[in-house]
């Protein structure tokens, strides 16, 4: 296929958002080179949530099929009051929740979500490139081309995409702000096999348990093969590293407050990888004329909504959506991605930052017993309109392959409602969400209750 741009739009960054970006990009007859600074493009060894809207964004980018073969089809998303197992939140996710929102929610292992966008680069030889080993250090620009400075060498571009992460080098330069400061977050994280887990915690669900200054979040992975486990507390930062190991001697102690039931399960890993949290305020700003910011490197965010990665990818598919609609007049496109994503990344930004921990986090005591009365009985439709602004894609997610009518109104990017509730452009994904999740077979036999 010969390719719209004569220069290539240089992708900085082979994570989720990068890979994203240039597939979306290539979709649209645009092409790229995606520069990586490791030696591999790879994920960590971790879980990820797919709500419906990322769903939206994979079926865009051409890869939710391959991402559907190895994901759990979950069918709650729990909360648990974390001192006294009290379940509080239960958001049903069964045919009603995939007919409102398009989609179902799943979960799945990140190497897989990102293997799959990497196999879907890879089928478009002609579109993209993917370069290893290519550390991107800076840019300049000029009014036709960018020249992008790697550690190897400069590269020349039509316009340049920084998906380098929430320590974006490039976002220094557009931004101007510093490193994001510690914060105290931090998470331990661990993969067990299924059959290690305890059998009442196998449940077919996103499960949290939340606890004062802490919270606990667990799910099985890889067609009930894997299971997840992320402890997160506020505490002191012990240093920045991510993906460090750490001893159950250090984790469990934060969390001696927490019920036996999950404590049994904290108990299992023999050793946890530390992660050091980090996040930054949004901004009115990711782009400067052939430039642009997106996914973390644009609105890093702490993980408690479980939308980071989908953010990213919803990025590129807009991305992709005003490249076309510019005819490959970057600036002009970059302005047009901004102006259809800034408000919904930056409210999904804010309310991960505090909203959701502040409900996840409250003190053990009065404040414990209001936050669970609050949601208490809560009924699904409920939870479905409170989720609905951010589970509901946006219009150029789910019609990325149409061409688009009237030209929005910038920064007016509220999904609207009716086309929420309308037919999904997968029904691939919608027909997966009628059948009962995969379950392990010990499920299938033990009771539910809890
Ligand atoms: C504990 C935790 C749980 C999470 N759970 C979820 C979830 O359930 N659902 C969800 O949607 N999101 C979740 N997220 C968020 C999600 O992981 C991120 O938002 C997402 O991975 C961001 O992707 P990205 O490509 O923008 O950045 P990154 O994943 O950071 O990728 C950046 C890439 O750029 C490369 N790079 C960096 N600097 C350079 C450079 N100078 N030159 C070249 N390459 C460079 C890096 O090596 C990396 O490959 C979670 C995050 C955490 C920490």
């Not at 800076?138 to 992008?148: H, M, N, W």
């Not at 920064?411 to 919608?430: H, L, M, Y």
Request: hydrophobic content about 45%.
């Amino acid at each position: 296929m010969k390719a719209k741009n004569e220069k290539p739009v240089i992708v900085a960054g082979g994570g989720i958002g990068g890979l994203a970006a240039a597939l979306a990009l290539a979709r649209k007859g645009f092409r790229s080179i995606v520069l990586e600074q490791a030696s591999l493009f790879g994920e960590i060894g971790a879980g990820i949530q797919i709500a419906p809207n990322a769903w939206h964004a994979l079926d865009a980018l051409g890869v939710g099929g391959l991402v559907k073969k190895e994901a759990v089809f979950i069918e709650h998303l729990l909360m648990f009051d974390g001192v006294s197992a009290e379940k509080v939140i239960d958001i049903p996710l069964d045919a009603r929740f995939a007919r409102r929102f398009g989609n179902p929610y799943a979960v799945t292992h990140r190497a897989d979500i990102h293997g799959s966008l990497l196999d879907g680069c890879k089928a478009l030889p002609e579109l993209i490139e993917l370069r290893t080993s290519a550390r991107v250090t800076g840019f300049e620009q000029d009014a036709s081309k960018v020249r992008v400075r790697t550690e190897k060498g400069d590269i020349e571009g039509a316009a340049l995409v920084a998906a380098d992460g929430g320590r974006s080098v490039i976002r220094e330069r557009i931004v101007g702000d510093p490193l994001p400061p510690v914060t105290g977050h931090m998470c331990y994280r661990a993969v067990l096999n299924i059959g290690e887990v305890p059998k009442e915690l196998r449940l077919p669900a996103a499960t949290l348990w939340a606890g004062h200054n802490t919270h606990i979040v667990h799910y099985p992975l890889r067609g009930w093969k894997l299971f997840n486990l992320v402890a997160t507390v506020i505490g002191k930062h012990t240093s920045g590293g991510h993906n460090e190991l750490a001893t159950p001697q250090e984790a469990l102690p934060f969390f001696a407050h927490y019920c036996d039931q999950v404590m049994k399960l904290m108990r299992t890993p023999k050793e946890f990888r530390r992660w050091m949290l980090l996040y930054r305020q949004p901004v009115d700003n990711w782009t400067q004329g052939r430039v642009a910011l997106l996914g973390d490197a644009a609105h890093f965010m702490l993980q408690y909504m479980a939308q980071g990665a989908a953010m990213a990818m919803e990025d590129a598919v807009a991305l992709g959506v005003a490249a076309e609609e510019a005819g490959g007049d970057f600036p002009q496109a970059f302005r047009a991605y901004q102006d259809m994503r800034i408000v919904r990344a930056s409210r999904v930004q804010l309310s991960a930052n505090t909203l959701v921990g502040m409900i996840f986090h409250v003190p053990d005591g009065l404040e414990r017993l209001v936050r669970n009365d609050i949601y208490r009985g809560r009924s699904a439709e409920r939870y479905y309109d409170a989720l609905e602004w951010v589970f509901s894609a946006p219009e150029y997610v789910r019609n990325f392959d149409a061409k688009r009518g009237a030209v929005r109104s910038p920064r007016s990017n509220e999904p609207r409602k009716a086309a929420s509730r309308a037919p999904a452009r997968s029904t691939g994904s919608r027909a997966r969400a009628a059948l009962p999740a995969r379950r392990p077979p010990s499920r299938q036999r033990a009771s539910r209750g809890r």
